[in-house]
């Protein structure tokens, strides 16, 4: 049965923004071993993640994540079974994909391209893309309140 899993985390004090390419190539390699697909949103310091695969293989994802000293402040947004990937493929969203490797940019985009909502990168779910949206959006709530 097909599982999806969506959290939320602060990166740590430990993380620097150097490392999200490793953090892709490994997950990428990682995913692909375990038949897991999603989204990985980092912006502004945050971390959005959706998770899709067999359960036991997105539950173990998920604890190697709540285990890397990189993240603070992990919450799980909700979790259960779906009928339908939303995403077909890992993918990263993130800001500067041309100072990547030219056989990486396939696997991210721009975080401004999310923000259509009948972007592909958003996802095939209306409810999964309902989530990503609700995400970016509450930087500019964040930015407007402080």
């Known amino acids: 049965m097909l599982n999806r899993l969506v959290y939320v985390s602060n990166a740590s004090a430990f993380f620097r923004e150097e490392e999200l ?14 038949g897991l697909s999603g989204l990985m ?3 502004e310091g945050r971390f959005f993640q959706i998770i899709e695969g067999e359960m036991d293989a997105v539950m173990r994802c998920f604890n190697r994540i709540m285990r890397d000293g990189r ?40 975080i401004y391209d999310m923000i259509p909502p ?9 409810s999964v893309r309902t989530r990503v949206r609700d995400f ?7 930015k407007m309140s402080g």
Request: aromatic content about 8%; hydrophobic content about 35%; cysteine-free.
């Open 118 to 126: 009948d972007s592909d990168e958003r996802g095939d779910v209306a």
């Open 71 to 110: 993240h603070d402040d992990l919450v799980m947004i909700e979790t259960g079974q779906v009928e339908e990937r939303s995403f077909g493929q890992w993918r990263m969203a993130y800001q500067d994909a041309q100072s990547m490797p030219k056989d990486m940019r396939h696997a991210v985009f721009s």
């Open 21 to 34: 390419l490793e953090i892709l190539k490994v997950s990428r390699r990682n995913n692909e071993r375990d």
């Open 41 to 43: 949103v980092f912006h």
């Open 136 to 142: 970016l959006a509450s930087f500019d709530t964040l």
